[in-house]
């Protein structure tokens, strides 16, 4: 998508900002800077709290803590998808014991209680940080939560993102779940931080309500409040100083396009008549309800740990199925399938009833399909209650699992799935999967790539590093080339390859990934007109010609310029 960064005069005067490309989409408006802290004279007044007792303040503090946790629960229940995953992990994370536990240790220790809050969380955040991986994402999450209790604790109405008055351009260093998911898209024009990655949890709602969005932006908090600037969520781009008139045309373009976009109503098809399955990722049954309601043909990823992440005891077989029928029975009809996706819990999505604590390094830890070595009842029970889901609603069901390492792991997977008369598959997240892709294929029905997971193991970089969001970059050529790959094997077995990460919702990416051999994308829903789209102007020897461009770059920026160029 052109901009008009290449005027000289312009960008001499105002350099164009650069960061990591999230959300397509072009805007122009007013900087609103977004500042997310309790005032200064608020805390300076409560001081101590002038608590009597160790138990007064850490009444105060469960008090506290219980209407901020509330708060989270009620902003997920009128949520779906990522949106209320992450809204519920934050208010599970607000409860935990452990916190409460360093609190009070504070408490004791001598400190007044905003002081131990301060402590408990900064300890928790230096844990998650030396942990790596998706942990040290909920780093931005627990001062999230601090700057809540805190508010409760001094009076003041919880800080967040007042919507604006007037559309604007949302500036930020970073936006807590719930600060995001709580965005309005008619008066957030475009959203841009100076920290995340590609697929922090920014990011993955930003994509979800379709806002345009640029993350890891440096020195954003610099751009003049109130001042207009152009943002590109395709290019990554964030430009002062463009004239009205040439931001307007530029805009008024992307609006047509987008017009164009949302009437596409597929199924998807390369212009030359090559089929490609458009999927949809779902959490519930509402987010169900409402990607059925997209031009989608079934579900590519349903996420069955986001049903459970509020729960402390190990629902039954039976109320499983329940929950599992609820996501079912809308693509019962259509001869649609849905690809249930077998508890991803561990790293930063920890369950109670099925994850290990105090692990050095979750995310490379006992997640995924490895918490059946220990608990094999655990899988047995949620593959019972699947089988009598898919029964139960005549429903196509594709079983995977996730973080699957080793063939051994999976053919012991594909029997179980098998004898229960469902289609067995696994997620390709480690290398080693991709690697051994056609022999994996010998022992499972199909295979799906895991792009979130796959892009950190493969560069060995946490997500959420803004300073690594170079290398968590999908478009990175090892992450493709291990891609290709698996999408190879797929057509040397004939059994279908899908990509259920978030690099799927690219409709750039999207191009080369076909172009590759993927049969298969699975998305957000309010990605999947867009992609379409842009799969209908393309033949399937272009898209050949953007997989070997994005293969064949030096860099991700590289390879997004040679796809963009080929297209035209």
Known sequence: MATIASNADLTATHPVLRGTPVVPGLAFGPVLVVTQEVS?????????????????????????????A?????????????????????????????????????????????????GAVEQFVGVFTAMGGLMAERATDLRDIERRVVARLVGEPEPGVAPPEVPSIVVAHDLAP????????????????????????????????????????????GLAPGGRVLVDGAAGTVEPGVSESDARRLVEADRERRVAVEAWTG???????????????????????????????????????????????EPTADEQADIYSRVLEPFAAGGHHVVVRTLDAGSDKPIAFATLEDEENPALGVRGLRLARHNPQLLEHQLDGIATAARRTGTDTWVMA?????????????????????????????????????????????????????????MAADRLATDL???????????????????????????????????????????????????????????????????????????AEAAEAALSAADPQAGREAVRALLG
């Not at 992450?86 to 536990?101: F, H, N, P, W, Y």
């Not at 697929?199 to 345009?212: D, E, F, K, M, N």
């Not at 990607?291 to 049903?307: H, I, K, Y």
């Open 469 to 543: 969001a170079h290398l968590t970059d999908p478009w990175q050529p090892a992450v493709l080339h291990l891609i290709a790959i698996t999408a190879e094997a797929g057509r040397h077995a004939r059994k279908p390859v899908g990509v259920c990460g978030e690099a799927a919702a690219d409709p750039l990416l999207a191009v080369a990934l076909v172009g590759m051999g993927v049969t298969s994308l699975s998305m957000a829903p309010a990605a999947v007109r867009a992609v379409g789209a842009q799969l209908a102007t393309v033949t399937a020897t272009t898209c």
């Open 40 to 68: 200064p004279e608020a805390v300076a007044s409560y001081g101590d709290g002038g608590h009597a007792t160790v138990d007064d303040a850490l009444g105060a503090f469960d008090r506290a803590v219980a209407t901020v």
């Open 70 to 118: 509330e708060g989270y629960a009620a902003k997920a229940a009128r949520a779906s998808g990522a949106a209320a995953e992450v809204l519920t992990a934050s208010a599970g994370l607000t409860r935990d014991k452990g916190l409460r536990q360093a609190v009070g240790s504070r408490l004791e220790g001598g400190d007044g209680l905003l002081a131990a809050v301060s």
């Open 267 to 313: 199924p998807a098809a390369t212009a030359d008549g090559t089929r490609v399955t458009l999927l949809a990722n779902v959490a519930d049954g509402e987010s169900a309800r409402v990607a059925a309601d997209a031009p989608v043909e079934g579900v590519g990823l349903f996420r069955t740990e986001l049903c459970f992440l509020d729960r402390r005891d």
């Open 178 to 221: 719930a600060d995001t998911a709580s965005l309005a898209p008619d008066l957030v024009l475009a959203l841009v931080t100076e920290r995340g990655g590609a697929t922090s949890h920014t990011a993955i709602i930003a994509r979800q309500l379709g806002i345009p969005c640029v993350v890891g932006v440096a020195d954003a908090l």
């Open 402 to 458: 996730p973080m699957v390492a080793t063939v051994g792991e999976a053919a012991d997977f594909a029997e179980r799935v098998r004898g229960r008369g469902l289609k067995p598959g696994v997620m390709v997240e480690v290398p080693s999967a991709a690697l051994l892709a056609s022999r994996f294929l010998e022992v499972v029905d199909f295979l799906s790539i895991g792009t979130n997971d796959l892009t950190q193991y493969v």
